[in-house]
């Protein structure tokens, strides 16, 4: 045990003992990389890897559990306890023990950077990530492993409200984006902070190109992380800044700056509509789905599926229904869409078209009504009879086959008002459907 403790010949305080969840259950050291195993225990990283690689075990030295070295997850809370442990007792003598890395190294730097509340410092530390991580991928895997994302975004959450912090949040931004994921605990972290979704909105709406993409690669992965925990909960605690991720991410669809920019949006979009319906309104009511409408006459097969996810989940309020109903490009595109992307995009072009030609609750009056049935028979006019049929012909999964049938049955009530089909044979019809 004093190994882990380095004294002048002078000190005369003694150190705490060490706590118990401090060590490794394998060496009885104190952890250095301490990572949790799904059997409930936490090892150092080392002596665990050691174990499983090196003696050829495949069970957890302390419950017998099947254990692989793929299921080990680095345990980052721990591992921040430890270290601020050996920082509160280090006038007793406790060395803190240096990184087994440079990746620990220069992650370790940014968390005491952020804990000293040191911009300039931390400015330094995150550019440092970034060049580890610009260097190859092997780099970035460490980084992830060492809880880069984790810290970085902390960092970004501490900084977010000072008044002068915007060369410290330029560079954490960009080493953030090289060493995703964030687990859902820093997501959830950086959503809750109002300063920090401000500061991200405000980026990605009036910043240059590289950080106005880097901007919204971050709120994607902050708003799918945490809605995946939180659900519509996760809506609320972004508050009034909702409205404001709302306008931007349709504002770059619109703008089409890059790619990546535009698919970070898609994505963000959809859980956005998804867990909420007051927001899929909000995101209609922006213009979502005439932009969506317009990218999909060109889009690539991952933009395409994207822009479907987005449109089906907004189409679930009633605004969004009403803006599609109104839209005359909106049918032709979604049926030529058959077919013509993937599996996945032709289950979400069906389940667009079945909200736009089916009779909701939600929707009331004769203006709804009337735009239900243009929907329908413009579907006939564009062949979307003829390629239901075809799907269920081919087969499909159950769910599709579902939608699909709904659809069918809308159809088949109003062929004859304007379908242009000469040859189709409709005997056996009554029977698929």
Known sequence: MSSLHSRTASAKVEAPPLPPEFLCPITLDLMQDPVAAPTGITYDRAA????LLLCGQRTCPVTHGELRAGDLVPN???????????????????????????????????????????????????????????????????????????????????????????????????????VLPMDEEAAVAVASSSASVVRLVSVAANGELHRRRQALVVIREIISLSLHRGGAGAVDRLGANAEAIVGVLV???????????????????????????????????????????????????????????????????????????????????LVKKIFCVSDAATELVLSALLRICKKCPEDHGTTAAAGRRRAIVEALQQGALQKVLLLLQAGCREETKEKATQLLKLMVRYQGRGECVDTMDFRGLKEMI
Do not use: M
């Open 48 to 51: 665990i890897e050691s174990w």
């Open 251 to 333: 504002k770059t669809i619109r703008d089409d700056i890059c790619p990546q920019a535009t698919r970070s949006c898609l994505v963000a979009a959809y859980h956005l509509a998804y867990a909420d319906g007051s927001v899929a309104a909000r995101l209609a009511e922006a213009g979502l789905v005439p932009v969506v409408v317009e990218l999909l006459v060109d889009a690539d097969r991952s933009t395409a599926e994207k822009a479907l996810a987005a449109l089906d989940a907004t189409l679930a309020s009633s605004d969004g229904r009403a803006r599609a109903r109104a839209d005359a490009l909106a049918v032709p595109v």
């Open 76 to 178: 980052h809370t721990l591992r921040s306890l430890i270290q601020d442990w050996c920082a509160a007792n280090r006038s007793c003598g406790v060395v803190k023990r240096v990184p087994a890395t440079p990746e620990e190294a220069a992650v370790a730097e940014v968390e005491g950077a952020t804990r000293a509340g040191d911009a300039g410092r931390c400015a330094a530390a995150a550019r440092g990530v970034r060049r580890l991580a610009w260097a190859n991928e092997r780099n970035q895997r460490c980084l992830t492993t060492a809880g880069a994302a984790r810290s970085l975004a902390e960092a970004f959450t501490s900084f977010a409200d000072a008044a002068d912090a915007s060369d410290v949040l330029d560079a954490v931004l960009a080493a953030l984006v090289l």
